[in-house]
């Protein structure tokens, strides 16, 4: 068997089950559990650059954090900013990175369900850290332990809902992802509102009980999720051997390892979006309302908060999540859907249209003035049609290469693009204000033009070697109606 289905001891779920959206029971357990886990980690990360910023790193505040100027040693000489951008990337890549242990223990110890529950418990608890200065460094180790154990077994877990040739699954990471979204659309308004406009300590403290709410659902839908092997020896039930490995799963693992260094590149313009975007929008962009009338409120001067851009885009992506997939259905019904990789490669052209658009912007606005919201708006409008084909469809595509002997460990191998691209996220960051707005924003289009152009070789020269031996087979285009 080459792609990745369940293994014998968590295949326990009825693959015909249809009674969430056409999906099985556990999709809607998992896809509510991540979406509260995203709506924490999401608005404490919309808070963490500013909050570094405008207080934290900052004398008076900086003197209290447990650690600290050790810590600081790890870095070297650097201004606040580019220090602040070196803390928030390293610690992303960190979130990772852990992914690939906490996938391993899941395979090798744990089992993916416990080590989910593991991970939400210790997040909560750093998101709780947080909301104190002196454990700045702890909350951050909290959350990054917690990252680690959910990411990649959470997702595994959804692709195990589903029988390898189940054409269902890339529609349920869609729906994954759609959760994630609507949950950042949300965590801004209440936790960056919260953090900016009452106290950064209440808007952390907001994300931990984000985390404890996910936490409670994911103990709720146990039942409905792939049984795990510790399940099975507390029954009696005799684990089944593992299979070796064959040709096409070293096939397949090539494919995914080859896949890393061109998906961290591509992921670089969107990652930037928490970090020197926000810092930009804050100080520079029009986010003043003068004097605007709606049905029951009247708002006049009043400061946008920042964090609501990050509100701004996950709308927007969520948008095109939805309006991509209903595409490629109704596209699907007339003419053969394009492949896994050509839907990347559109996602990556996309992409760089969009740091185009945060060019213009600030090509197009005079020295002195504040940047018009136009070409931002453009930005995440393009950019969100790059993440619809891009971010959810590499994840499933991901997880119907991983080999079943290792499937949680390949899935956190997916985030090791993610590492590495907010590892440059945070050098890059730190380029912020030492050069021209305008060739900071073609930087990053350059590494959204080079992972475009590495996608199209890769499909050209490689995807059939490595991967036609796993393809699904596309259903045939259906008569228009």
Known sequence: MTTAEATPELDIVDHTDTAFLGHPKGLAYLAFTEAWERFSYYGMQTLLILYMTKVLLWPGHVENIILFEQFRHLFGDLDRGALASAIFGTYTALVYFTPILGGLLADRVLGKRRAVLIGTITMSIGHFLMAFESSFLFALLCLVIG???????????????YKPEDLRRGDAFQIFYLGINISVIIS???????????????????????????????????????????????????????????????????????????????????????????????????????????????????????????????????????????????????????????????GAAFSIGGMLCLYMAAATTPDGEKVSLFWPVMFHVVNSIGFAHLLPISLSLFARLAPKQINATVIGLYYISFVIGNSLVGWLGGLYGKMPTTHFWLLHAGFAATGCVAFILFKIFLAGKLMGHTAPKAAEPQAAE
Not at 147 to 161: P, R, T
Not at 272 to 296: C, P, R, S, T
Request: aromatic content about 14%; some cysteine; hydrophobic content about 50%.
């Open 147 to 161: 990252c680690g154990l959910i990411k990649g077994n959470i997702a595994s877990q959804v692709g195990a809902l």
């Open 188 to 346: 801004p308004f209440v936790i960056g509102t919260l953090g900016q406009k009452v106290g950064w300590h209440w808007g952390f403290g907001a994300a931990g009980v984000g985390m404890l709410i996910g936490t409670i659902i994911y103990i709720a839908g146990q039942k409905y999720l792939p049984k795990e092997h510790f399940d099975a020896q507390k029954t009696g039930a005799q684990k089944a051997p593992r299979e070796p490995f064959t040709k096409s799963d070293y096939l397949s693992l090539a494919a995914v390892l080859l896949l890393i260094p061109i998906m961290a590149i591509a992921v670089v313009p969107n990652q930037e979006i928490f970090n020197a975007y926000l810092v930009w929008g804050d100080k520079q962009f029009d986010l003043m309302i003068h004097d605007l009338n709606l049905v029951f409120w009247h708002i006049h001067n009043f400061a946008i908060p920042s964090g609501w851009l990050i509100a701004l885009d996950a709308t927007v992506s969520t948008s095109f999540l939805f309006i991509v997939a209903v595409f490629y259905r109704w596209y699907g019904k007339r003419w053969q859907e394009p492949d896994e990789m050509t839907k990347i490669i559109i």
